[in-house]
């Protein structure tokens, strides 16, 4: 009796155990309904645009010179003052050359012999002239020996002083030992100090920087546009400049040179941009600010349009999947336009009440 309780008991867990197993199988294989997520088209602006990079600096920025090498005897200006055109900059003390030095003292030294030896011809003659025993005509010739070797002399004497001072007194006030700012405008840096060494600008040498001036009231933008983007702008284009160190505010610029030949960096062909910059009033550009520049190449307003990560590519054309009543997607074609990377313009196909699929995430419009 009780071993045929058994065998039923085993019997139902067995029944048991399939049943379970068949009803476990057959919910799994349930497909579960999915879930999808949908957009409406939108009205919006849209705005196609490509972005340069670089830098805010002068228009006009000039490195002042020194005319003569010597040291920085004095130092009138430091970085952030304004100054005037004539203005005096710097003061330089002149350390001659030994072998000019040398050279125009002996020359000083030949010149007063020679003066002396024209004055004591100059007084026999004219004595001899007196007594009528010399020619009118030789004593000139006399005369005007003593007197070339007398503006040799001084123009000897000039020359020593010029190398030992870097001045005449014949000159004045006029020295080129004095450095004046050659425009007015904003020092922008001193790269010398007072004790350093200059070597004057000449032909065959750039010469020591005193200074940099620049006109802080017109500044302009220089950046660089990728090979891929210059086709599409032009001078007079408007430009937004985002400044790094202005984050709240937005100039207007308008382009006004491209370059016509690029460069390579880092495996790409970049050209250079110019575009002078709309100064606001009460905000001070600092030389050197960072900057973005939002070149606007085409824009639409109050347009129809769907994110275009919906879009759907086949044969070239586009289309978007419509959610139906009864839940049930539909692919439908549309036309369009201008695209701002993230909104693009709906020209053709939908109304503006659609209910539209987006991608689920990490998945990617099919391409054509």
Known sequence: MIGKAVKVVVALVVLGLFGWTFYFLY???????????????????????????????????????????????????????????????????IIPNMLNLSNAENRVNQAKIAVENAKIEYDRSKQLLTDKVLAQAEFQQVDNRYKTAYEELDAAQNNLQLIKEGTT??????????????????????PVKEGNSVIESNTFNE?????????????????????????KIHVGMPLILTIGALQEDKF?????????KGVTENGAIQFE?????????????????????????????????????????????????????????????????????LQIEVKEGLSGTEKIKTPTLGTAPAQP
């Open 169 to 190: 007194a014949k000159m004045g006030q006029v020295s080129n030992t004095m450095i004046k700012s050659t425009i007015s405008g904003m020092v922008l840096d001193v």
């Open 207 to 231: 010469g020591t920087t005193i200074a940099s001036v620049a006109d802080m009231g017109e500044m302009i933008f220089i950046g660089k546009v990728d090979e891929s983007e210059v086709g």
């Open 273 to 341: 941009i110019k575009a002078a910059v709309q100064l606001k009033e009460g905000r001070f550009l600092r030389a050197g600010y960072s900057a973005n520049a939002d070149i606007i190449l085409q824009h639409k307003d109050s347009v129809l349009s769907v994110p275009e990560s919906v879009l759907v590519f086949e044969g070239g054309k586009s289309f978007v999947e419509i959610q139906g009543a009864a839940g049930k997607l539909e692919k439908k074609e549309i036309k369009t336009g201008l695209s701002d990377g």
């Open 252 to 260: 207007e610029a308008k382009l006004e040179y491209i370059s016509p």
């Open 27 to 93: 919910a799994k294989s349930k497909k579960v309904p999915e879930k999808i997520s949908t957009v409406e088209p939108s009205v919006q602006n849209i705005v196609q645009k490509t972005v340069a990079t670089g830098a805010i600096n002068p228009r006009r920025e000039v490195a002042m010179k020194s005319q003569v090498s010597g040291i920085i005897e004095k130092l009138f200006i430091k970085a952030g003052d304004k100054v005037k055109q004539g203005d005096v900059i710097a003061r330089v003390k």
